[in-house]
Each structure stands twice: as C-alpha cells, then as structure tokens.
C-alpha cells in the first residue's frame, strides 16, 4: 500500500519570497502523484500531477513540483508567493496499477505574511 | 469546474440520528468518493463506489453505509450519527482508466455537526 508524508504542519514565508513544500511518498514502484490547494471554507483544487515523463512538472497558479525518485519526494514550488496562495497544501500518492485510490497527506498550512 | 454538487453544505444533527450526505455529478465518471477531513489527519476515505451498485469500503468505513444507484448520485449514510462522526465531509469523482489511482475533482464540501 501506498503512504504519503508532508513533514511540515505550518511554514510561514513573506510575500514575493519563494517557496518549497515537502512531500515524501512510499511505493513498492513508481506512483502517480499529485498536489491540491485548499482555500478555507472550499473544496480541493488539483494544482499538478505526475504520470510519467518529465519529472519537472507545470501547474497552475505558477506553482511547479519536481519528481525525484532517489528522494521519493515531490516537493512543490514557487518562485514568489502572492498573498492570495495562502491555503492548505495537499499532497496525494496513487498507485500505478490496479487500486483506484488516492492515499493523502496530512497538509501544510501556508500564511503569508506582507 | 467539475460539476460536482454536495447537499445539504451545513447540518446539525443529535447523536442517534440517521443522517444522508449526498453527491450528485454531472461529469458522468465512474469513479465516486467519500472522504472525511478532520484536523491533522488530511483526507480519509470512507467509501468509494467504482460503478452502480458497485462499491467498497475505505480506510474508516465503520459507521457508515453508501449507495448509488445512478451514476450521477453517492449517498453516505450515518445510520445513527455520534459526535465522533462530526466532520467536514468532501465528494470526489474519477475518471480512472482502471490502470490505477488518477486526480480526483472535489465538491464543496459539507460540514456535519453532530450534537
């Protein structure tokens, strides 16, 4: 079975610095992968996913996430934060074969400070 | 967006009551979700569904029943509702290929208190 950890509860970084949010994963192979946003009060938003391929991977809202299988990690990035990125941070592990599930982390809330 | 609708979106209800959550979609996938969302445990599922009348069970299942018996519609009941259950509840649906887990599009969302 698949597992997902994302170390940091809270990280705080001041507008227009940049940003990292660390996941890790365990998989017996190489799994699907995913980040999601959650602004309060809201539903999850899918920011990116990984299949296959690159391993540097383009979301929207001008976030990115880097596959690497040395690590087990897809961390996810930003170059600068805008105070509107505020929101718990979500990262998912899915098998690659034959389990229709998604295995979340336990989120990393972001504050923005001016 | 995804069409994913939850109802009701906020509920109270006393212990011992039955309760049904409902999720409706209009995306047509075959893969539906329910999932439980407490502090500082992220996501849990409960139940997923992978066709109609087709359905098993998650990680913290106890307590809970679904149904579907349309594509468009994922029932979650409680069937006699304990404050342990008060949650925020969210719906997902999949359009899996059945060559393991895709993304998956979230509603709204609804926040249950139980009392």
């Known amino acids: 079975a698949q597992s997902v950890t994302q170390p940091d509860i809270h990280i705080t970084v001041s507008e227009g610095a940049s940003l990292e949010l660390r996941c890790n994963y365990s998989?017996?192979?190489?799994?699907?992968l995913f980040w999601y946003v959650q602004s309060p009060g809201q539903g999850l938003q899918l920011l990116l996913k990984?299949?296959?391929?690159?391993?540097l991977v383009q979301g929207i809202k001008g976030f990115e996430a880097e596959f690497k299988r040395s690590q087990s990690s897809f961390n996810l990035r930003k170059p600068s934060v805008h105070w509107s990125d505020a929101a718990e941070y979500f990262c998912?592990?899915?098998?690659?074969?034959?389990?229709?599930?998604?295995?979340f982390g336990t989120g990393t809330r972001l504050t923005i400070i001016p | 967006d995804a069409g994913i609708t939850q109802s009701p979106r906020h509920k109270v209800t006393e212990t011992g009551t039955p309760v049904t959550l409902r999720c409706h979609q209009t995306?047509?996938?075959?893969?539906m979700y329910w999932y439980r969302q407490d502090p500082g445990h992220g996501l849990r599922l409960i139940h997923y569904?992978?066709?109609?009348?087709?359905?098993d069970k998650g990680e913290v299942s106890d307590g809970y029943s679904v149904s579907r018996s349309k594509t468009e519609d994922f029932l979650l009941t409680l069937e006699s509702a304990t404050s342990s259950q008060t949650s925020v509840y969210f719906c997902?649906?999949?359009?899996?290929?059945?060559?393991?887990?895709?993304?998956?599009?979230f509603g709204p969302g609804t926040r249950l208190t139980v009392t």
């Open positions: 569904s992978y066709g109609v009348k087709d359905t």
């Open positions: 990984y299949f296959s391929g690159d391993t």
């Open positions: 998912a592990v899915g098998a690659r074969f034959g389990n229709e599930k998604l295995t």
């Open positions: 998989y017996g192979a190489t799994p699907y």
């Open positions: 997902a649906i999949s359009e899996s290929t059945g060559t393991g887990g895709r993304e998956q599009y």
């Open positions: 995306e047509n996938h075959r893969y």
